[in-house]
């Protein structure tokens, strides 16, 4: 694995059994050109006001043994920014790349439902029956993220790692640790900058927080 500093390294692919680790999820700031529909074919970087919320959102100092991150530019920059800054190393790993919207990538949400009525309306009804036009299948987005997360995991017992990446990619994770059907993973909200942590220990997992505003450092007893 590179150093940091590289920003271009890839997860490992060994796999080793799960001991007490406990993973954050930071999803992107806001990116420039403001909310559209992204996916994978539009990688906007932050925009100034995205960057200031991914460093309020982490604040000063980390508790993070390893960093993660997508490939995306909206999410990879600010991960190589952190890991420089904290000295931690970095990997970045392709699977960890944003759901693909086909048709849709590029366009505002408003402008969808608008143009689109129907399809838009049964998108939102039930996301997994319903993609957008050439977009990624929710299932495959399920396999996708599930192997990758699973194998980060396993790769790294024992660390706190953060994964910097995307709405739906946190989605799919927490989803994928609940067991929860991809049909409702769209009623998990996932701002810019929250973060999600979950802790993966002898006794089972737990789900600590979803979308907070700021780092919690805490733990229920």
Request: aromatic share 6%.
């Amino acid at each position: 694995m590179l150093r940091a500093a590289d920003c271009r390294s890839i997860a490992k692919e060994t796999l080793v059994p799960v001991q007490d680790t406990t993973v954050d999820l930071i999803r992107h700031g806001e990116p420039l050109g403001g909310r559209m529909i992204r996916g994978q074919g539009v990688d906007h970087p932050l925009s100034a006001l995205g960057w200031q919320q991914m460093r309020a959102a982490v604040g000063k100092d980390g508790p993070w043994d390893q960093i993660l991150s997508s490939p995306l530019a909206r999410a990879r920059e600010f991960a190589c920014e952190l890991a420089t800054r904290l000295g931690r190393p970095l990997a970045v790993d392709p699977e960890l790349r944003e759901i693909a919207m086909g048709a849709w990538e590029g366009r505002r949400p408003s402008e969808v439902a608008e143009e689109e009525p129907d399809a838009f309306a049964a998108f939102r009804r039930d996301p997994v029956a319903n993609r957008p036009p050439g977009g990624e299948r929710l299932e495959a987005l399920q396999a996708r993220i599930g192997r990758a997360y699973d194998r980060q995991i396993a790769t790294y017992p024992g660390r706190h790692l953060l994964i910097v990446c995307h709405a739906g990619v946190s989605r799919a994770i927490v989803g994928h640790v609940l067991e929860a059907d991809p049909q409702h993973w769209y009623r998990v909200r996932i701002d810019y900058a929250g973060l999600t942590r979950i802790r993966h220990e002898s006794d089972g997992t737990s789900l600590e927080f979803v979308n907070a505003e700021r780092l919690r450092t805490w733990r229920h007893p």
